[in-house]
């Protein structure tokens, strides 16, 4: 069973901010909270990880709660590139994926 | 980080064959992974494959279906045994490690299947 729950779709438009919240109310002392893209015919592309409160790269950034049971990841003005399915995976071991959320932008 | 090269990136077989898909990586890696990607779907785990030892299945997935080699750190083989139409899938190798971020994983391109 996969351990996260995310929205199944999301619509956006270009140049607003995505955020896409991720349910892990199980979640293991020694996970790392993972992020993963996919676009159609690629294989997923890491994203983030995170373990606690925020962290921030070139691309995206990821809040966390003290608690960890959940995670949001925030995408900044979005563009029509990043329309794609998102992962969010607890990371300890093996990968085990949910559904992810596809995300549409649109012009 | 680490580049993946899966062969063939797409075939179209006949139901009752066996296909073979090859993962090569381009450096050694203790721990590699098989994916499976029905249409629209999300991935699910296969199996993991170590070096040197048994593939190691997740429920729903027996050896003699999908047999699974390792014969070095670099390199591994999925096959897809006595296909039916419900084998066509994407499958996908993967692998963790080599990042800066050491839990990351990267992933093939794919070997994107259709049984007839």
């Known amino acids: 069973l996969a351990k996260t729950t995310q929205p199944i779709s999301m619509d956006s438009y270009e140049g607003q901010e995505v955020n896409i919240t991720c349910s892990h109310n199980n979640i293991a002392t020694n996970d790392y909270i993972t992020w993963y893209q996919q676009f159609p015919s690629q294989g997923p592309r890491f994203i983030i990880q995170g373990y606690k409160t925020k962290v921030t790269n070139e691309v995206a950034s990821l809040f966390i709660p003290a608690d960890r049971k959940s995670s949001t990841l925030s995408l900044p003005r979005v563009s029509l590139s990043d329309t794609a399915v998102y992962y969010c995976l607890l990371q300890g071991g093996k990968l085990i994926f949910g559904q992810g959320t596809e995300l549409s932008v649109k012009p | 980080s680490a580049v993946i090269s899966q062969k063939p990136s797409r075939d179209i077989c006949q139901r009752g064959t066996s296909l073979t898909i090859q993962c090569q990586v381009d450096?050694?890696?203790?721990?590699m992974f098989w994916y499976r990607q029905q249409p629209g779907q999300s991935l699910t785990l296969i199996a993991t494959?170590?070096?040197?030892?048994?593939?190691?299945?997740e429920s729903g997935f027996v050896i003699d279906k999908f047999p699974i080699s390792r014969p070095n750190l670099t390199f591994s083989t999925l096959t897809v045994s006595n296909m039916s139409p419900e084998d066509s899938s994407i499958y996908l190798c993967?692998?963790?490690?080599?990042?800066?971020?050491?839990?990351?994983?990267?992933f093939g391109q794919g070997t994107r299947l259709t049984v007839v």
């Open positions: 993967s692998v963790e490690g080599g990042g800066v971020r050491n839990t990351e994983a990267f």
């Open positions: 450096s050694q890696v203790t721990m």
């Open positions: 494959a170590n070096q040197g030892s048994e593939a190691t299945y």
